[in-house]
């Protein structure tokens, strides 16, 4: 007698492909977030010589969260947010926006990604805006592309981020701060999921800046849009609930504000900073923190019932 095995279908090979994932990153409430990166590694390759600009870096994103994320020149956030938009393709780990696998995309479906589920602001506006189209024309256009109807949409959205005066109004004809408020409009037109949006704020004065990032958080809680931000720029970072800081090409501490009533009942900013585990217990403590107490090289660690005690070694460096 003959014994017979049930061959798997595709959607079980993807189910237990699902849960092999789920286990490498430490169990399926890891992988829930509405962008999830695990193990992120990018390796470029340059005259023979191998540069690491991401080094397992690991992150989640919460549906409808604006978030901030910042870090020096060179510290790998550029990169991250080149392959969330879908411009780069990892090197190795796992890299998931609105549930879609960006290792496991086809050119095809890139595109579409791009299109539809995905939105842009830059730090150029000449990347944001077409020059020769007025405001209206611009937040348009993302529509006829994708033969959807145009309606009253863009004037709308043009109102939304406070700008519906610019509607006819090419972009020479505009401020940086205007300009910087219709594109957007521009990035959400095609109602996408997650809107990325690198230094928006980069070329503006501190005023006109609270005005762009004031149509972002606008957008954010009237379209419920995710919303990551790559800046620099502290006063930035200060104006979202969570700041991730990355640093080596891991993420390294972030910082979590939140709105407390005090004793007299006025409200108050509360803010916690915390460093950032990766799965085997690694962590990288704030530069001021070091800095501050001059460690190099080592440290002692001292275990306490509810607490780790760390401090320089003992030669005092």
């Known amino acids: 007698m003959t014994a017979t095995t049930d061959v798997p ?10 849960e092999r994932a789920a286990a490498r990153a430490g169990g399926t409430d890891r992988l829930g977030g509405h962008i999830v990166c695990d193990g992120l ?53 796992i890299a998931r926006v609105a549930g879609v696998d960006l290792l496991a995309m086809s050119a095809k479906s890139r595109l579409r990604y791009r299109r539809h589920t995905v939105g842009f602001v830059w730090q150029q506006t000449a990347r944001n805006l077409l020059p020769y189209l007025t405001a209206r024309e611009n937040v348009e256009l993302p529509l006829r592309l994708a033969r959807q109807r145009v309606d009253g949409r863009a004037g709308e959205l043009l109102e939304m981020v406070g700008v519906g005066y610019c509607a006819d109004r090419r972009p020479a004809e505009m401020s940086g701060g205007e300009q910087q408020r219709c594109a957007v409009a521009v990035a959400v037109a095609n109602n996408p999921e997650v809107l990325f949006a690198d230094e928006p704020t980069g070329e503006l004065d501190e005023a006109t800046a609270a005005d762009v990032f004031g149509a972002l958080r606008t957008i954010n809680a009237e379209l419920g849009v995710t919303i990551v931000v790559v800046t620099h720029d502290p006063q930035v ?61 080592r440290v002692k660690l001292n275990l306490e019932p509810d607490h780790i005690e760390i401090r320089p070694g003992s030669d005092g460096k």
Do not use: C, W
Not at 9 to 18: I, Q
Not at 79 to 89: A, E, R, Y
């Open 9 to 18: 279908d595709l959607a079980e090979l993807e189910r237990r492909a699902a």
């Open 237 to 297: 970072a200060t104006q979202v609930r969570r700041t991730v800081a990355i640093r080596d090409g891991r993420t390294a501490s972030e910082v979590r504000r939140s709105a407390r009533i005090a004793d007299d009942g006025s409200h108050e900013l509360h803010t916690e900073e915390y460093a950032l585990l990766d799965r085997a217990g690694r962590m990288q403590l704030p530069a001021s923190f070091v800095n501050t107490l001059e460690l190099r090289e």
């Open 41 to 93: 590694v990018r390796i470029f390759k340059t005259d023979g010589i191998e540069v690491v600009a991401l080094q397992g870096l690991d992150l989640v994103v919460d549906r409808g969260e604006l978030l901030a994320i910042v870090g020096a020149s060179g510290s790998g956030k550029s990169t991250l947010l080149n392959i969330l938009s879908g411009l780069d393709v990892p090197t190795a780990g």
